[in-house]
């Protein structure tokens, strides 16, 4: 494989590509209508969600099909100021998702308090509990699972359970931990979200967990009033058979982060210094974030695009604003340091040849941009 941006969408995996078709094909009723068709649709759709619902140790109930992680992290902070105090904050890590971080201002204005963020790409619990124990707690507080830049893994279990202790609503954007690491003790947070396209599923798809959640979308009672629209089920039907697939397989992470940690040391000798971002920290297995020690990440990209590696500048959702990475602001990175950014993320079927040959394809790219920018003052994609 030599797609190598899979924190940005992986791969529609042939099981949920079967299973959409089956759908599309057997399953295209409203599964709100009155007849028979209909009901077959939502007893399948149900078993679906009672089948995710049992993995992640949580109700059924408080499962709502959403298109994606953006309408989910969208639809907890609209509620959330619909329903909290008008004067009540809402507490950030530092690295969310724009997702996140722009439904927490547009909602709830200058009342949003971000956490200091370590030297390692971590937030500290010891601040989170300093900040709880000032005495004003706020309305929510929001930490994700892992960055889908650096792939720095969050102590998202233990700020769980600090907000437990305090009486305090937890929001975890769980969007890039499906297939990667353990989900284990999900349900410890008040609201964690999901998306398909992250785990081999299709665009367009995943759902949000939480108690008393509603979508911004109304005009309809579906998924029990808390979200209105025809739900696809074609999409839900496929987004569970990559669940199964990809997300309730057992993970050999200490196998697949060898591969990366082996991609890392060869990019060091190649290219003396090379900063990785968060190596000491604890990773999700199959991401690299590297500021490059010469030419623009647009110039990396383009070249080892025409050499068949896809890689990329960090968030996708970010990618087209000017200094738009989260991380990038969080530690301070200068402008020239965030221009250098390349992250690299692998998926379930890249194999060590895969990586040594990004590796060689780095080398090829870097020869031919040393080259052009002797020749010229230009460099070409």
Not at 237 to 263: C, H, K, M, N
Request: contains cysteine; charged residues 20%; negative net charge.
């Amino acid at each position: 494989m030599a797609y190598f941006d899979n924190n940005a969408t992986t791969p529609l995996h042939p099981d949920a590509r079967q299973a959409l078709l089956d759908a599309s094909t057997e399953n295209w009723a409203n599964p709100s209508s009155p007849y028979r068709i209909s009901a077959k649709v939502r007893a399948s759709m149900q078993k679906c969600r009672e089948s995710i619902a049992s993995y992640l140790g949580t109700d059924p109930d408080q499962i709502t099909f959403t298109s994606g992680s953006t309408e989910a992290n969208n639809s907890v902070f609209s509620n959330l100021a619909r329903t909290a105090d008008p004067s009540s904050r809402v507490l950030l890590s530092p690295y969310e998702h724009p997702s996140v971080t722009e439904a927490a201002h547009l909602w709830f204005s200058d009342r949003v308090d971000i956490l200091t963020a370590q030297s390692d790409g971590t937030v500290s619990t010891d601040d989170l509990e300093a900040y709880l124990s000032k005495g004003s707690l706020p309305a929510l507080v929001s930490i994700l699972a892992a960055s889908n830049e650096s792939g720095v893994i969050q102590p998202w279990r233990e700020a769980a359970r600090i907000c437990q202790k305090y009486g305090v609503s937890y929001h975890c954007d769980s969007t890039q931990l499906p297939g990667k690491e353990s989900l284990n003790v999900i349900s410890l947070c008040t609201f964690s979200v999901f998306s398909a396209h992250k785990f081999g599923g299709p665009k367009g798809i995943g759902w949000l967990i939480g108690d008393g959640a509603s979508s911004m979308l109304v005009g309809g009672e579906q998924e029990k009033g808390r979200r209105g629209g025809t739900e696809n089920y074609p999409a839900i039907a496929s987004a569970y058979r990559a669940w199964e697939s990809i997300v309730q397989a057992p993970i050999d992470t200490v196998g697949l982060s060898s591969l990366r940690d082996d991609f890392e040391e060869q990019m060091e000798k190649l290219f003396p210094g090379i900063r990785i971002i968060g190596k000491t920290s604890s990773r999700l297995w199959n991401t690299s974030l590297l500021i490059m020690p010469e030419f623009e990440n647009i110039h990396w990209v383009g070249k080892l695009d025409k050499l068949g590696f896809q890689v990329s500048t960090g968030s996708a959702c970010s990618t087209t604003k000017s200094g738009g990475s989260p991380i990038a602001q969080a530690l301070a990175f200068s402008l020239s340091e965030t221009q250098r950014l390349i992250r690299v993320s692998s998926f379930h079927g890249h194999t060590r040849s895969d990586w040594e040959g990004l590796v060689s394809a780095f080398a090829q790219a870097y020869a031919s941009l040393k080259e052009e920018s002797i020749d010229s003052s230009v460099i070409s994609l």
